[in-house]
């Protein structure tokens, strides 16, 4: 990790008597001087996908050697790309034809470093949902799979979860159930627990909520903003203050959904926020408004 600087080491502690120790938290300084935001893990927690403030291109920085890759320098290709279990990075990015944005679905290939084109330009394409090297989306309102390995099968137990006109769906295989924990709700940032069992996302009107599979509610843990897994137990996100303009202040905060109990994971002072989880690296990866890009490393031992 020489190429990350050690900010603040923080004294081991257990959260709330659970194995949950916050280690230390590390600025990335290869960046220099460029500004990067939202960022994504990947399989191993070993690299990183950035992109700008607006979405517009996207990067890979792999952390052990500092290394950044160029992906593309399209619009919108930072918003929501994806790794797939072989690290292929999915992403979409737009272009103008006669003043209409058409979206387009690319893979790039980390091993050659070349793109190849999934989906062609569409008026009505919507960004992946994935499942290990399988991918579901809609193109024009029909549902498509597709694979970046076209040796690879489309899994038909794959869990998808995505957001559908501000609706909440849930595909097992190809199979969609709308999940409605409330009525007349539009949501946001839905995911799937890692052990498959549970759903979490945001309603804008509620806050967080963790339901099951099949729409019971199970936790609302508060407006806990940009929430996503850490293991099974646990989630992160943001608590925020705003002016009605801007956001005066962000904390991430590590939240034990069954208790209701939190804790603030990062420093006073800081404006942090769009926290990505890898447990496997046991890392917490966010952004400031300048653009700069900050780790947490944390440790879930055994009970």
């Known amino acids: 990790m020489k190429y990350l600087l050690c900010m603040l080491i ?26 990067y935001y939202h960022p994504k893990f990947d399989q191993t927690g070993s690299r990183l996908l950035l992109t700008s403030e607006n979405y517009k291109g996207l990067d890979l920085l792999d952390l052990e050697s500092g290394k950044i890759y160029r992906i593309s ?30 979206t387009r679905l690319h893979s790039w290939d980390p091993l050659s470093g070349e793109t ?11 960004h992946p949902m994935v499942w290990e090297n399988s991918l579901l989306l809609k193109v024009n309102g029909q549902l498509k799979s597709v694979s970046p390995d076209s040796g690879s099968e489309i899994s038909s137990d794959g869990l998808f979860t995505g957001i559908e006109d501000r609706q909440l769906v849930l595909y ?19 995911s799937v627990s890692p052990d498959r069992k549970h759903i979490l996302a945001y309603a804008m009107g509620k806050g967080t909520f963790i339901c099951d599979l099949t729409g019971m509610l199970l936790s609302e843990p508060g407006r806990i903003e940009a929430p996503v897994w850490v293991g099974n137990d646990y989630i992160t996100g943001m608590l925020t203050r705003d002016d009605g303009h801007q956001i005066l202040e962000s904390r991430l905060v590590l939240a034990n959904p069954l208790t209701g109990e939190q804790v603030v994971i990062s420093p006073k002072g800081l404006i942090a926020m769009h926290p990505a989880v890898s447990l496997k ?23």
């Open 172 to 190: 097992h295989g190809e199979t969609r159930l709308v999940i409605q924990p409330y009525e007349d709700e539009s949501y946001i940032w839905p």
């Open 116 to 126: 190849s084109l999934l989906e062609p330009a569409s008026r009505n394409l919507s």
């Open 10 to 35: 923080l004294t081991s502690l257990k959260v709330w008597s659970q194995p949950v120790q916050i280690l230390d938290l590390e600025k990335v300084t290869v960046l220099k001087d460029m500004s």
């Open 281 to 303: 690296a046991g890392r917490i990866a966010f952004h400031t408004p300048q653009g700069e890009i900050y780790l947490i490393r944390f440790r879930i031992n055994p009970e």
């Open 73 to 102: 320098e399209s619009e919108g290709a930072g918003y929501s790309p994806v790794f797939t279990r072989d690290n292929h990075v999915v992403y979409t990015d737009h272009e103008f034809i006669q003043n209409r944005r058409f």
